[in-house]
């Protein structure tokens, strides 16, 4: 059952798409790892795939972008960033980042347009 609030991420998540970006640039994390080498190796992935899935509603063309953004396709990032600026007229959402790591959640939530 899905309702006219339901988001993606109450449906799916791109489990998948995040373990392969591991292996990119975009979503390696390897910056972030010469620094703090403790953390996961795919920080920047999986920021982007929960700000993504929790904005956008459930819709097919929408997982692909998502997948297709994680993999570091700045046209799929731009083009979710159209679809958060459409579904939010009155103004940007606001992301919420209660463990306030390293700021990768709210540097994924400002390139698709939250604040």
């Known amino acids: 059952m899905t309702t006219a609030n339901q988001r993606i991420i109450d449906a799916w998540f791109p489990c998948v798409a995040v373990d392969e970006a591991c292996g990119n640039p975009a979503g390696s994390g390897k910056n972030e790892k010469a620094i703090f080498t403790w953390f996961a190796s795919r920080p920047i992935a999986q920021a982007r795939a929960a700000v993504a899935t929790a904005l956008l509603p459930d819709r097919p063309e929408t997982r692909h972008l998502i997948d297709s953004s994680i993999g570091g396709d700045h046209g799929a990032i731009e083009k979710l960033a159209d679809?958060?600026?459409?579904?939010?007229?009155?103004?940007?959402?606001?992301?919420?980042?209660?463990?306030?790591?390293?700021g990768i959640i709210p540097l994924e939530a400002a390139r698709l347009g939250a604040i």
Do not use: N, T
């Open 83 to 102: 679809m958060v600026g459409s579904l939010y007229p009155q103004g940007r959402p606001v992301i919420l980042d209660a463990f306030s790591g390293r």
